[in-house]
């Protein structure tokens, strides 16, 4: 293959390799506050209930 063609290749993986490096450099956690968790545990738990019931 021509030269040209390797570094096209190059570029690209380069190109590929640092977009993930950024994604996932810049992707935060979102902090969740402690009402708001219980919220999803108390939902969770009650839609958990309603599936057994519904088996039952």
Sequence with gaps: MPWYIWL???LVM???AGSLLL???TANKM????DK???M????A????Q???KDE
């Design 8 to 10: 096209l290749i190059a």
């Design 14 to 16: 380069g190109s590929v």
């Design 23 to 25: 994604l996932r450099d």
């Design 31 to 34: 902090p969740i506050s402690e």
């Design 37 to 39: 968790l219980e919220l």
């Design 41 to 44: 545990r108390q939902r969770n």
């Design 46 to 49: 009650e839609l958990e209930a």
């Design 51 to 53: 599936e057994r019931q």
